[in-house]
């Protein structure tokens, strides 16, 4: 995350930039050897660098050269999350790395898009080439280079079996140099790359000095290849049984797995693209390299030779793919031609031994060239195999083998250090160059600094005509009698008076012999150290090249590879051979030259100790390195103006918060603030300078003054970044919770209004519906009015169900609209059933009886009699008299008949009309009339003739009896009260419902023995019976008034 433009981890430190640590110097040493206080003593140098390395920190900076100790073991800090900690970060922003050169070459590299070189150099075993493999993985990792970054650092594996060996300083050290080109598209992602060799170290294939191996890849076949490959190849799997691998009593490593790194190298080959055919041929060779060096000679007659070890040698025929005859023939003998004539010289053994030992390091010669060429036209870029297509930005990986000093030197380790002196005078020549540009375009001006510049020394050996490679390559062509001491003499003679180089006797302008050197001995005072040189075998070493009569042999080879890379000898085969010397000089020319036109950078590897013990750090073997290496050179280079330089803006941003005026903001430009901010320092004038973009300090006390004052000020800086962290923290969460506010409010309202917007479409559906079903209601049932009429039904339906009459007697019914006027009726009459039903079987029985006998009454009496409403509201009782009032003796008398019901009446006699006062009782069958204490009358039912009353509202009730009966007393005239009630029971129970008369005026009545009488009725004032005009009773009724009793009742 970045905040206000720095890089901040999770909890918002801001990430410790390089200066930071300037803090722990005491314990881990500076990160830059600029800011050592003692930059000319060697011995503050190396104490930092031991600081370091104790903490396990590996890196230090000279200004932008990486100084990088080999700790001997694996360190975690190559991982993913380290390599995204550099990425896109400055170079001084971050504690130094390998990374951080990678990402500085890289990003410089797309910025100018011009092309950048990174210069790995050190002495054997230092760490060149895992150095140069980090810088691989950088690329390939972190710039997303899946299948390209895959191949590159494949290619490196198979390099490595093919051209690496065990040393007795490095237990995988490359015996080539090596150039490499990383394209990168437009994208800034890598692809494609080049691969150049340097001389590989070929006399390793026949012989290897003591405590060293062949190249790894012998080993590794015959360790880790299968049985059936080993067989193919004629192969045993024990390395003891191969001269080739004897030689330095040494086949196995610790430290390395032959047999893992056999299918590292398979499955390398196979990524890479190699055919079945290819791989076979490959290891064709391989094989036969080994078969070659047991091809043994045995001396004949005359110092003719012959081959001894026939098996060895058929087996090599096979796997080259020639005749065993034909190379045996070309291995014991030589073509001479003389005069236009050929003859065919026998070989001596030793001859015989030279010319097998020259095929076997020319084959692997050629399968390591061809192997090279292989890997490059896979890593080709896709649509350009020409590399040298300018298009395309380019960084270049330079690791060339290092500085070495054996006990006894030949004619490899001058050719390897002349490569180490090489790029040594580009270091030197690019620094001062880099560093005068830097002055130049400060406008500063420019102080010279004394240094030690080796051309002298690479002239010494490159000279045309006088060098050492002249000299040498003359001596290996010309004709007649040449040798390896001859070839001494003249370097004599030519370079004798040169004060870096040194023979036996020579002697010095003063007459001193310096050291001694042995006679067939030269010494070369390289600017890493005095090296020996023995000069037996450089003649024959230089003169890298077969035979004729070999060559013809070869030239039949069905080897694709040995095919292949002969016709190219071949063709490029000049009038005048190149020597090996010849051919390095040429190609580290033009090295020179590439890296040149390329931004360099540094990486100076540094060996800790020669026994490849992790935390052992070596005081003499490191400042040995040191002085070769020029690093106190390169300091003072660096130091020789000023210690610190840094651009205004890293300046300023650092160190701001001293000065009041650049804290917390300086707004002007940010020239005048770092003068502001110095002048606020008090730096003395002389102290610093101002160039156009960066400030330069001359001594890092200064510097350490202000980290010290910056360290003390920054509790109350933590407290200031604390409060706005927080602040903004806050903030922050203030907007997310605002944020989250508003989205709930927006969802919410959007919600509301989407239902209100649904319920009023819904309301204007409804509404329409409506309208347009009220005006087709009275059509039939259709779409139109559907919904409208059944509205209608559903609401006459709801009004009607909370207006239901609740009683029978109610006989309000809501009106009904049309359309549902039938339902309506139906729904009416259902309801009044219902009511009935409900009240019907909600009826007691008493109530029912009383119903019964009200119905009665309303049949007999209902618009006859007057005092028939008055009775209606009043109920009929059981009884008016109760059981106990009757008298017992009647109650005896009447036996089994039960009294049903009882009243008191008025007996008016038949003649005179005299009334007196009566119990009338009914029972099942007869009525009594009981005066007091005895029946007087009994009346059966059956011999009732009839009941009459009159229409008017008095009680008078005649009761007929006919008179045939001469028993009978005639006609019963009685007053009731309780008339309609009486009438009522006694019709029910004397079943004489249709003999009930009601009648105006008059009745007549049957008295006794056939008289008759008359009642008359009318209606007066009040209510009177009494005996009236002409015999006839009268009975008076006031209208609508019933009896005062009744009244009473
Ligand atoms: N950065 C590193 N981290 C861990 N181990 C390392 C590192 N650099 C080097 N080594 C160890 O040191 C050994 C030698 O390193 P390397 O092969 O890179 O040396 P070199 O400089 O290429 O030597 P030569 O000139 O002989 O090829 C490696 O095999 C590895 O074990
Ligand atoms: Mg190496």
């Given at each position: 995350m970045r905040y206000q433009g720095r890089e901040v981890d999770i909890e918002g430190r801001v990430r410790l930039v390089m200066e930071s640590t300037l803090t722990a110097r005491d314990r881990v040493g500076v990160q830059d050897f600029l800011l050592l206080e003692n930059h000319n003593s060697e011995a503050a140098f190396i104490e930092n660098l031991r600081r370091r390395f104790r903490e396990n920190l590996i890196y230090t900076y000279i200004g932008s050269v990486l100084v990088s100790v080999n700790p001997c073991k694996e360190l975690e800090i190559y991982s993913k999350p380290q390599m995204d900690r550099y990425r896109g970060v400055g170079f001084?922003?971050?504690?130094?790395?390998?990374?951080?050169?990678?990402?500085?070459?890289?990003?410089?590299?797309?910025?100018?898009?011009?092309?950048?070189?990174?210069?790995?150099?050190?002495?054997?075993?230092?760490?060149?080439?895992?150095?140069?493999?980090?810088?691989?993985?950088?690329?390939?990792?972190?710039?997303?280079?899946?299948?390209?970054?895959?191949?590159?650092?494949?290619?490196?594996?198979?390099?490595?079996?093919?051209?690496?060996?065990?040393?007795?300083?490095?237990?995988?050290?490359?015996?080539?140099?090596?150039?490499?080109?990383?394209?990168?598209?437009?994208?800034?992602?890598?692809?494609?790359?080049?691969?150049?060799?340097?001389?590989?170290?070929k006399s390793r294939v026949v012989h290897q000095n003591h405590g060293q191996r062949n190249f790894h890849v012998f080993y590794q076949l015959l360790d880790g290849g299968s049985n059936e490959l080993l067989q193919m190849l004629d192969l045993e799997r024990n390395p003891q049984n191969y001269d080739y691998l004897v030689k330095g009593s040494c086949s196995k490593v610790g430290s390395v797995s032959d047999k893992n790194n056999w299918k590292v190298l398979m499955n390398a080959l196979s990524a890479i693209g190699f055919t079945g055919d290819d791989l076979q041929n490959l290891l064709n060779i391989v094989a036969s390299v080994l078969h070659l060096g047991n091809a043994q000679f045995g001396e004949g007659e005359e110092g003719a030779t012959h081959i001894t070890a026939q098996m060895a040698m058929a087996n090599a025929a096979k796997l080259l793919g020639l005749d065993a005859s034909t190379l045996g023939e070309a291995l014991t003998h030589k073509k001479l031609s003389a005069k236009g004539e050929e003859a065919i010289v026998p070989l001596n053994f030793e001859q015989a031994m030279s010319a097998r030992d020259a095929l076997a390091r020319a084959v692997y010669g050629w399968a390591f060239a061809w192997l090279v060429e292989k890997l490059n036209r896979s890593l080709a870029l896709q649509d350009d195999t020409d590399h040298s297509n300018k298009t395309f930005p380019v960084i270049g990986l330079v690791d060339i083998y290092g500085f070495e000093v054996l006990q006894r030197n030949s004619f490899?380790?001058?050719?390897?250090?002349?490569?180490?002196?090489?790029?040594?005078?580009?270091?030197?020549?690019?620094?001062?160059?880099?560093?005068?540009?830097?002055?130049?375009?400060?406008?500063?001006?420019?102080?010279?600094?004394?240094?030690?510049?080796?051309?002298?020394?690479?002239?010494?050996?490159?000279?045309?005509?006088?060098?050492?490679?002249?000299?040498?390559?003359?001596?290996?062509?010309?004709?007649?009698?040449?040798?390896?001491?001859?070839?001494?003499?003249?370097?004599?003679?030519?370079?004798?008076?040169?004060?870096?180089?040194?023979?036996?006797?020579?002697?010095?302008?003063?007459?001193?012999?310096?050291?001694?050197?042995?006679?067939?001995?030269?010494?070369?005072?390289?600017?890493?150290?005095?090296?020996?040189?023995?000069?037996?075998?450089?003649?024959?070493k230089n003169n890298d090249s077969l035979n004729r009569s070999l060559k013809e042999v070869m030239r039949q080879s069905d080897n694709q590879?040995?095919?292949?890379?002969?016709?190219?000898?071949?063709?490029?085969?000049?009038?005048?051979?190149?020597?090996?010397?010849?051919?390095?000089?040429?190609?580290?020319?033009?090295?020179?030259?590439?890296?040149?036109?390329?931004?360099?950078?540094?990486?100076?590897?540094?060996?800790?100790?020669?026994?490849?013990?992790?935390?052992?750090?070596?005081?003499?073997?490191?400042?040995?390195?040191?002085?070769?290496?020029?690093?106190?050179?390169?300091?003072?280079?660096?130091?020789?103006?000023?210690?610190?330089?840094?651009?205004?803006?890293?300046?300023?941003?650092?160190?701001?918060?001293?000065?009041?005026?650049?804290?917390?903001?300086?707004?002007?430009?940010?020239?005048?603030?770092?003068?502001?901010?110095?002048?606020?320092?008090?730096?003395?004038?002389?102290?610093?300078?101002?160039?156009?973009?960066?400030?330069?300090?001359?001594?890092?006390?200064?510097?350490?003054?202000?980290?010290?004052?910056?360290?003390?000020?920054?509790?109350?800086?933590?407290?200031?970044?604390?409060?706005?962290?927080?602040g903004y923290r806050e903030r922050a969460k203030y907007k997310r919770i605002r944020h989250a506010v508003i989205v709930i409010q927006s969802a919410w309202r959007g919600t509301k209004a989407r239902r209100r917007a649904k319920r009023r479409r819904r309301a204007a559906d409804l509404i329409r519906s409506l309208i347009k079903g009220f005006i087709y209601r009275h059509q039939d049932h259709c779409a139109e009015n559907a919904y409208f009429l059944d509205h209608v039904r559903y609401s006459?339906?709801?009004?009607?169900?909370?207006?239901?009459?609740?009683?029978?007697?109610?006989?309000?019914?809501?009106?009904?609209?049309?359309?549902?006027?039938?339902?309506?009726?139906?729904?009416?009459?259902?309801?009044?059933?219902?009511?009935?039903?409900?009240?019907?079987?909600?009826?007691?029985?008493?109530?029912?009886?009383?119903?019964?006998?009200?119905?009665?009454?309303?049949?007999?009496?209902?618009?006859?009699?007057?005092?028939?409403?008055?009775?209606?509201?009043?109920?009929?009782?059981?009884?008016?008299?109760?059981?106990?009032?009757?008298?017992?003796?009647?109650?005896?008398?009447?036996?089994?008949?039960?009294?049903?019901?009882?009243?008191?009446?008025?007996?008016?006699?038949?003649?005179?009309?005299?009334p007196r006062p009566r119990q009338f009782l009914l029972s099942n069958t007869f009525a009594v009339l009981v005066d007091r204490t005895r029946i007087k009358e009994r009346l059966d039912y059956a011999a009732l003739g009839g009941i009459s009353v009159s229409s008017l509202g008095d009680g008078m009730v005649i009761l007929h009896v006919p008179t045939e009966d001469s028993k009978q007393k005639g006609d019963l005239l009685l007053h009731c009260d309780h008339v309609i009630e009486l009438v009522t029971k006694l019709a029910l129970m004397a079943r004489m419902l249709n003999h009930v008369n009601v009648k105006a005026g008059s009745v007549r009545f049957a008295g006794a023995r056939g008289h008759e009488g008359v009642v008359d009725f009318v209606r007066g004032s009040e209510l009177k019976v009494a005996k009236g005009k002409r015999g006839h009773l009268l009975v008076d009724s006031s209208k609508g008034a019933t009896s005062s009793t009744s009244r009473s009742s």
């Open positions: 001084y922003e971050i504690a130094p790395h390998i990374f951080a050169v990678s990402e500085n070459a890289y990003r410089a590299m797309r910025n100018t898009s011009k092309g950048q070189c990174i210069l790995i150099s050190g002495e054997s075993g230092a760490g060149k080439t895992e150095a140069s493999k980090k810088i691989l993985l950088y690329y390939a990792v972190n710039h997303h280079a899946s299948t390209l970054g895959d191949r590159l650092l494949q290619s490196a594996s198979v390099l490595e079996a093919f051209g690496n060996a065990k040393t007795l300083r490095n237990d995988n050290s490359s015996r080539f140099g090596k150039y490499m080109d990383v394209q990168f598209d437009f994208k800034g992602t890598p692809a494609g790359g080049h691969i150049t060799t340097y001389l590989l170290e490899e380790q001058f050719c390897v250090n002349y490569c180490s002196e090489k790029l040594q005078q580009l270091f030197i020549a690019l620094t001062l160059r880099s560093e005068q540009e830097e002055y130049t375009t400060e406008e500063i001006a420019w102080e010279t600094v004394p240094y030690f510049d080796n051309k002298i020394i690479c002239d010494l050996i490159e000279e045309k005509h006088k060098g050492i490679v002249a000299v040498l390559d003359e001596e290996s062509l010309r004709p007649g009698e040449t040798g390896d001491a001859l070839f001494l003499e003249k370097l004599e003679d030519s370079l004798g008076a040169r004060p870096h180089f040194v023979t036996y006797g020579h002697k010095l302008a003063n007459g001193k012999v310096r050291k001694p050197v042995s006679p067939d001995h030269f010494r070369l005072l390289h600017y890493a150290g005095e090296v020996n040189y023995d000069v037996a075998g450089f003649l024959e590879i040995i095919r292949l890379c002969f016709s190219r000898e071949e063709v490029t085969e000049q009038k005048r051979p190149q020597m090996a010397a010849g051919r390095l000089k040429k190609s580290l020319l033009k090295l020179s030259d590439l890296l040149a036109a390329k931004e360099p950078s540094y990486v100076r590897c540094v060996k800790a100790n020669d026994t490849k013990q992790p935390g052992q750090f070596d005081q003499v073997l490191v400042r040995h390195q040191v002085r070769y290496l020029g690093l106190m050179e390169t300091l003072r280079v660096r130091r020789a103006g000023f210690a610190y330089r840094r651009s205004f803006e890293a300046f300023l941003q650092r160190y701001k918060p001293l000065c009041p005026a650049t804290w917390p903001n300086w707004y002007g430009s940010v020239e005048d603030g770092v003068a502001a901010l110095v002048e606020h320092l008090g730096y003395h004038e002389g102290e610093y300078k101002l160039g156009r973009s960066k400030i330069f300090i001359r001594n890092p006390k200064t510097l350490f003054l202000t980290e010290d004052a910056l360290q003390a000020k920054k509790p109350e800086m933590a407290l200031m970044v604390q409060t706005s962290w927080r006459f339906l709801k009004r009607l169900s909370k207006n239901l009459p609740t009683s029978v007697l109610d006989k309000s019914w809501p009106a009904s609209p049309r359309s549902v006027a039938e339902a309506s009726e139906h729904l009416r009459t259902l309801h009044v059933r219902n009511m009935v039903v409900k009240y019907c079987t909600g009826i007691r029985p008493e109530w029912k009886n009383q119903m019964t006998q009200k119905v009665v009454a309303s049949q007999i009496f209902k618009e006859q009699k007057d005092s028939y409403p008055q009775s209606v509201g009043r109920l009929f009782l059981d009884t008016r008299i109760e059981r106990e009032r009757i008298n017992l003796k009647v109650l005896q008398t009447l036996g089994s008949d039960k009294v049903q019901y009882g009243v008191p009446v008025t007996k008016y006699d038949r003649r005179g009309f005299k």
